[in-house]
């Protein structure tokens, strides 16, 4: 099992923008779920957003209500990497991001997670 590698947090200003990178294995783009969740500081972790790949209805992309349109997740097959691109980042996005992937079995395999901050 080729563990995920996620990277691209740190301190930004509100408004303001950053990219998390997730290194992953051919594998984990082929089945079943890629995506990202984050867990703010005493709080359960949460889904940002998912693509789930499916021989019957094709590719899914599921985002969070509260990212939808100031974060995108796009893939990089030749290199087995997805990213979050994040926009206009609010003091609420604050939390530590994880790398996700779910097989088709259910089991999850997580990323070290990297921290986002967002604060004047």
């Known amino acids: 099992q080729v563990p995920l590698e996620d990277s691209g947090g740190g301190l930004v200003q509100p408004g303001g923008s950053l990219r998390l990178s997730c290194g992953a294995s051919?594998?984990?783009?082929?089945?079943?779920?890629m995506g990202w969740f984050r867990q703010a500081s005493g709080k359960g972790r949460e889904l940002v957003v998912s693509?789930?790949?499916?021989?019957?209805?094709?590719?899914?992309?599921n985002y969070a209500e509260f990212v939808k349109g100031r974060f995108a997740i796009t893939k990089d097959r030749p290199k087995n990497t997805i990213y979050l691109q994040m926009n206009n980042l609010k003091p609420e996005d604050t939390a530590v991001y994880y790398c996700?992937?779910?097989?088709?079995?259910?089991?999850?395999?997580w990323g070290q997670g990297t921290q986002v901050t967002v604060s004047s």
């Open positions: 693509i789930t790949t499916s021989r019957t209805v094709g590719t899914i992309t």
């Open positions: 996700n992937h779910v097989r088709a079995s259910g089991a999850d395999v």
């Open positions: 051919e594998r984990m783009f082929r089945e079943y779920r």
